[in-house]
């Protein structure tokens, strides 16, 4: 584990968009759940509207944007329906970013503490990590499941550093975000959620163009950018600045 002096803490990832290229699955999965009601959108839109917000928020919006009622029961089936879907889309079509496997695994050797805060359900993020190999990476793992309100609001954020706290991965100081606590996001809305939680936000151009993701600290082309080494040189000039 790093000492408290360690530039680099912890590393909190995004999953969607930003581990595996998930979001076209996600959307095939709301595509495939919302045939019958006709709500389908091209992706395009669906990228525009609904990426970054968790399954329950995406169809509630999905809904109140064609000024259709959605009950309770309806409501329910919808998320089992697409979270089916998605399940046997992913276990045909689940494809990494390049240098995941990489990064994450440099990281690991460097007893860099790793943990996600994800907008999809635990079974989700759980089969992902499964097809990639990677569960016994993140000691910490915060989904939709954990959590009452979807990014933008900072919950997940604030959620994964106490339990990487109370789990002897960060210095268990009551006050204030960690220093040297990195996220790696790929949406604004996860950028706004991350910096609403006092983090540093590095951003992948994934998902956005580099010019959307304006509110990260630093912004990359790729995933396959980043290294450790990096990571650390980004908390050092942050803590020169300040």
């Not at 996001?185 to 590095?202: H, Q, R, S, Y």
């Given at each position: ?111 860099v503490p ?28 915060v989904t ?25 991965y960060l ?72």
């Open positions: 584990m790093p000492s408290r002096l360690h530039p680099l803490q912890a590393v909190i990832f995004d999953f969607d968009g930003v581990v595996v290229d998930s979001e076209p699955l996600h959307y095939k999965a709301f595509m495939e759940t919302l045939a019958p009601f006709h709500l389908q959108h091209d992706y395009d839109v669906y990228v525009e509207r609904y990426i970054g917000f968790d399954d329950r928020d995406a169809f509630r919006a999905i809904f109140e944007d064609a000024g259709r009622p959605l009950p309770a029961d309806l409501f329910e089936r919808l998320i089992y329906e697409k979270q089916g879907a998605f399940k046997r889309i992913v276990s045909k079509e689940l494809r990494p970013f390049p240098g995941v496997h990489r990064l994450v695994q440099e990281l690991v050797r460097e007893e790793l943990a996600i805060a994800s907008g999809s359900a635990r079974e989700e993020i759980l089969l992902m990590l499964d097809v990639l190999g990677l569960k016994q990476s993140f000691p910490v793992i939709a499941d954990d959590v009452a309100r979807s990014k933008p609001d900072p919950e997940s954020y604030i959620l994964a550093v106490r339990l990487l706290r109370d789990r002897g210095p268990n100081i009551a006050s204030g975000p960690p220093e040297g606590c990195l996220v790696i996001e790929d949406t604004p809305t996860g950028i706004e959620a991350a910096k609403a939680a006092g983090l540093f936000v590095v951003a992948v151009a994934h998902s956005f163009p580099v010019e959307a993701l304006g509110p990260a600290d630093r912004a990359v082309p790729a995933l396959s950018d980043l290294s450790g080494d990096l990571l650390r040189s980004f908390i050092r000039d942050a803590d020169q600045r300040a």
